[in-house]
């Protein structure tokens, strides 16, 4: 591939990317072991595990011990929580690895964990600092017993010229630190950004990375506000894709002004819900869908509420899908 490849150019090698991307994760796979556990025994009508973002509650200003016991008692399976949030913690004398506990004794994994190092800059000052930033988030997932944390293109966000190899390479490298600290990065797709900002480049720029656990962290919104074609899911195979963050959109206000704020429960909105779910199942995945809201309403009401809403709200999506 040439190394001036855009984000522009990629589009006519989307294919070639798909190809390579399997290809990766066939010969991957004989070197270490993939990141996808087991399928776990579910209702066939709910064939997904269910997981709470904390960013839906992050208006009413809750520690990570009120959340953990809010997700709880709603009757979720799983969390993802913030970084800002392990820090808050830590400041306050928190230790992690007791935090850890208090998720597995309340019945809970954690998924992933959300951060916003700048691991994918061309600055290399900022760069560094990033890659250290990020080691460091690292960490903190791995002492919580974390499996995976987010990787979006922060910091890069309003750069167009960015290459495929360019961020591929820098992938690689995060990628890479994971594996010293048992945690897996995932390609975050950001609809509002200029680099990393479709399905199809984030499958592009997994496949060039050339590792076995590189995968896609995808978002219904973003992939809406990207303009990403939601058939692009069923290429997603169980090994590509663990967690979906899993929200709803309106219709007004459309795609290029609509925000995160604009997120609404899923079943709400005008997103493609049915075809979303059945797609994914199709292609292998029993991962989760994790709770991903910032709804400015939703922060002015009680938490409980608004985790057993949304918790209700996702089932009754789901199985709605498969009814």
């Known amino acids: 591939m040439n190394a001036s490849m855009t984000r522009r150019s990629w589009l006519t090698h989307s294919a070639t990317a798909l190809a390579g991307l399997a290809s990766a994760y066939a010969a991957g796979s004989a070197q270490q072991p993939i990141t996808q556990a087991p399928p776990i025994a579910r209702p066939a009508e709910e064939p997904f595990g269910y997981c709470l ?3 839906t509650l992050s208006g009413q200003r809750l520690g990570i011990v009120e959340l953990i016991e809010i ?13 800002r949030e392990l820090d808050q913690f830590v400041q306050e004398g928190g230790n992690l690895k007791e935090l850890g506990r208090r998720f597995r004794d309340r019945g809970m994994s954690v998924e992933s ?5 700048e691991w994918i800059v061309d600055d290399e000052e900022r760069r560094k600092k990033g890659l250290e930033d990020f080691k460091r988030c690292l960490d903190m997932s791995a002492q919580i017993g974390a499996k995976r944390i987010a990787a979006p293109p922060a910091g890069a966000t309003t750069q167009a010229d960015l290459s495929v190899e360019r961020i591929a390479q820098r992938y690689r490298t995060i990628l890479e630190l994971g594996d010293q600290f048992g945690v897996v990065p995932q390609l975050e797709i950001w609809g509002f950004s200029r680099t990393v900002q479709r399905l199809g480049e984030a499958l592009h720029i997994a496949a060039e990375a050339d590792h076995p656990k590189a995968c896609i962290l995808a978002d219904i919104y973003h992939l809406y506000k990207g303009g990403s074609s939601f058939h692009g899911l069923k290429l997603l195979g169980p ?12 219709a ?9 704020e604009h997120r609404i429960y899923p079943g709400d909105g005008i997103a493609p819900l049915k075809q979303i779910f059945r797609d994914l199942h199709a292609a292998g995945f029993r991962g989760w869908l994790s709770l991903e809201l910032f709804n400015r309403d939703y922060w002015k009401q009680d938490p409980l509420v608004v985790a057993k809403t949304g918790l209700e709200k996702m089932r009754s999506a789901v199985r709605t899908a498969f009814a």
Request: hydrophobic content about 35%; aromatic content about 12%; some cysteine.
């Open 53 to 55: 973002n904390t960013s």
């Open 71 to 83: 997700a709880a008692r709603a009757g979720y399976q799983a969390m993802e929580p913030w970084i």
């Open 252 to 260: 007004d206000p459309d795609r290029s002004t609509i925000r995160d």
């Open 113 to 117: 964990v959300i951060g916003f190092s």
């Open 239 to 250: 090994n590509t894709m663990f967690v979906l963050h899993c929200n709803d959109y309106p």
